[in-house]
């Protein structure tokens, strides 16, 4: 009897199993629906530089519209890139350029909000005074970041008296904001030199915990959220784009306001900013379609309490048409 | 009539134990054998994905190259699997001789009440998530490390080995330490309970000619435990071989070869994990990184062969 009872409930259970799994696989990808009342599941993978965007996004876009749900996840750009190309997301986070060998796959990109990559230092550098007023030019990053010619600070400030050797960081994962930062000094991710460690944050602790190290980070990393100011023990380091010796107004970033507002114009250069793209397998139809028009247009006004950079306006019009 | 009935129903009954008998052997006999197929299918699938990038370059190009410059279609893995020896050695190294001493304290000198207080403590150790162990690593270990660099290259700077050219403390040693941390539970675990299985015979027989108790250790328990204790060191390296999180945030992460415990490495595993999201856009990416896999399986299995030969060899010899 008792074996009897089990065997049931063995059955009963396999059963339920059965009936999750194929509610599991079901109900995939919005088709088209009457145009006011959208419904369906997007699905969405990708790079961890757009994920805290998409979340608010998700978030306002359902309150909209309560029949539409999201899946959604972050494992780098590659992967939101190879799902959508493999079908298996209908919208792909990329925080890099998209490349001639992915379009030609048929990814279809709109670029959705900025981000920037800025360079990092020690609150406690030893030439942090001459770094502050003159700035640092492209070629001294070069130096840095590619031949490792230039090895000491007193090299970066032209002060051949102060010979603190200088502690290169770099991230060990290959990810859009190194990709970005070396294609800003005019190579790829695997040419920077230094020591590889994983993740934003951990780059900015590694820069944090010595007073000698360089680094880089993303626009949501360099500053603290709640100061506005660059995070407590790092400092952006200038980048003197003129060449004039000088750190100018336009190049001393300070506040979180002062960087998105110099993204924002161009003022500040492009690389190390950069657009975030979406990309889908193909021009988007129905929901996924709408749902990224709703992003250029609406959308747009949570980007910047959530910490990113509009688009200036003539780039989402561009974008907008390209979706039409 | 009624005999008739009752002999039938027994013949059923035995007929259905016999199915059930069957069918319970040959479900298990297939669940045993599931786990050989999947490490044999694993290993196919890993060659056929591993395959454009061993058409573009011979097996001896690929395991003997230094350069790491994918884009370029550069693929030299020797800096990785050089590097992927260093920091298990190391590991094992620091982790091994403190590991058999506190089983041998633990079942040699130990009092029962302190002995099944520290026991479980142990075990909590193997089940912390490798990202912690790595976290603690960067906060604590890497300052250490990056302190202790400085030192010896002031005092031992003459020796290759101790020789620091690399200031930030991000290194092999820095892996190792965290490794050993990470691997310690399962040695001493396993010393544990071999030298518990060493007859209380040989201890009292020791004791009795007068013998100290570290003597009994060195010259009685010792000898019967060789084996077992060896076996334990190596699952505690195969586990360091594979380990990917906790390494890949301290070791630094520079693809070259190794020459000082304070200099950066690559192991094979956290090539792995830093590449695999972005891999699709560079042609041969994707083969390389499954290469790199097959090379740690392979570097797996031949470890585990080796280790299993000598342990044979070392059992028949001491006949135990």
Redesign the interface.
Known sequence: MVRKLNLHRAVCTLQLLWLLLLCACGGRSGEQAPQDEWSGTIAISGAFALYPMMTRWQEEFTKLHPHVSFDLSAGGAGKGMADTLAGAVDIGMVSREVTPEEEAKGAFWVPVVKDAVFPMMNADNPVRQDILARGVRREKFIGIYLTGEIRTWGQVVDREDNTAEIHVYTRSDAAGAPEVWAKYLGKKQENLLGVGVSGDPGLLEAVIKDPLGIGYNNLGYAFDNNTGLPVTGAMLIPIDQNGNGVADEDELIDTKAKAVELVASGKYPSPPARPLNLVTRGKPTGLVRAFIEWILTEGQQYVGEAGYVQLPPDQLEQALQKLR | MRVETSLSSARASLQRRRVLDNLAKSLSRLLTLLPLTLFLVMLVVLAFRALPILRSATLGELLGRRV????QGRFGFLPFILSTLWVTAAGVVLAAPPCVLTAIYLVEYARPGFRNAIKPLLDILAAIPSVVYGVWG?VAI??IV?MLGRQSNQWWGFIPLFRSS???G?SILAGAIVLAVMIAPFIVSVAYEVLESVPGGSREASLAVGATQWQTVRHAVLPQARAGIFAGVVLGASRALGETMAV??VV???PQIPRSLFD?A?PLP?LI?????????I?LYDAALMMAALILLLMVLAFNVLSTLILRHAIRRNEL
Do not use: F
């Open positions: 790491w410059l994918p884009s960067v890497v300052p990056q690399n200031p930030t991000y890949l945030m630094g992460n520079v950066a690559y956290a994990a830093n590449n695999y999201g972005e891999m699709l856009s042609p």
